[in-house]
């Protein structure tokens, strides 16, 4: 709800606006939600909002294996089962035992299904290792990392198999002019790359914690957008969006394990030698053969060395 009028919204206001029966304390939490969002917003126009909860509101509870939410309504408070995924348990169980702080939660409802997001604060503390890792992100490897003399390839073979698959139907599609049919491809394809970034993140992320790694370095690529205008541009983007995905998932996970994350200029990467000569044509695809010295190497992993050593120096 946008009300003209919105900075002196009450909770009277809301309910002539509102079929739904909640109490006094859900119904401010909207509304102050609402405000901290009016900032953004030009139109004057209604929109839905889902219902918020501050965390007196909003109960965790964990009974066996199984974790419920319980809310009040007008009525009575009413507990919900929720299904949760391991890595969701992780953050609940911390919310039960106080190592991190439950903050306001938003109840919504996307394609027939209901969700609770709840935000959580919690310390992280910096780790004192020193080591840099460099994470080169690519087509044929889907990522390289590299610390000191370790190194380790993650494979985005499949991942490049089943983007090409959609890609191809995508074409097919886009001569037809179908962009609706397109976007809704994408999205099936956004979830299952989503899924796998989540995985190869966490991967690279425990391999650094494993290696006493305190930085990770990665390259600074822009000119990334998630949602193509055409389906031209669909085919075009669909690679860097996927890139730029797993880097934020990467800094994230590395983040909140104490990592510094330091972004690196792109420019010859994969072109420099570690005698320092560059050129274009030190790389074949993926072998690095250096013209001047005869040094040889995956291309990918002198990236990530490259990117470790920051070579053309930090990103704006
Ligand atoms: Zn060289």
């Not at 610390?147 to 139907?169: E, M």
Request: glycine share 6%; hydrophobic share 35%.
């Amino acid at each position: 709800m946008n009300h003209p009028k919105l900075n002196q919204a009450t909770s009277k206001l809301f309910k002539a606006f509102s079929s739904q029966r909640f109490p006094s304390a859900v119904v401010n939490q909207t509304i102050r939600e609402v405000k901290s969002q009016k900032k953004n917003q030009k139109a004057k126009t209604f929109q839905k909002r889902w219902c918020c909860f501050n965390n007196q509101n909003l109960k965790i509870v964990k009974k066996g294996d199984f974790y419920t939410v319980s809310f009040p309504t007008l009525e009575k408070r009413i507990g919900v089962p929720v299904v949760t995924r391991p890595y969701q348990e992780a953050w609940l169980n911390r919310l039960l035992d106080g190592t991190a702080k439950q903050g306001a939660a938003k109840l919504y409802k996307k394609r027939k299904k209901w969700y609770l997001a709840i935000s959580i604060t919690f310390e992280v503390k910096p780790r004192h290792e020193t080591k840099v890792m460099g994470v080169d992100v690519g087509l044929r490897y889907i990522a390289v990392a590299s610390v000191g003399t370790k190194s380790r390839f993650f494979k985005g073979n499949r991942c490049a198999f089943v983007r090409r698959r959609y890609a191809a139907l995508r074409r097919r599609l886009g001569q037809a002019k179908k962009l609706q049919m397109i976007r809704k491809i994408g999205r099936k394809e956004s979830r299952w790359m989503k899924d796998q970034n989540h995985k190869i993140s966490r991967q690279i992320v425990n391999f650094a914690l494993a290696n006493g790694v305190g930085v990770i370095r990665m390259e600074e690529l822009t000119g990334i957008r998630k949602r193509a205008t055409s389906a031209k541009e669909a085919g075009r983007s669909l690679h860097a969006w996927a890139f730029h995905q797993l880097q934020t998932m990467i800094a994230y996970k590395a983040e909140m394990a104490g990592i510094r994350v330091e972004w690196v200029n792109p420019t010859y990467t994969s072109q420099a030698c570690k005698c320092g000569h560059r050129e274009k044509g030190n790389r074949h695809g993926i072998h690095f053969q250096c013209k001047k010295c005869g040094y040889t190497i995956h291309a990918d992993l002198n990236g990530a060395i490259n990117i470790a050593k920051a070579i053309s120096g930090f990103a704006v």
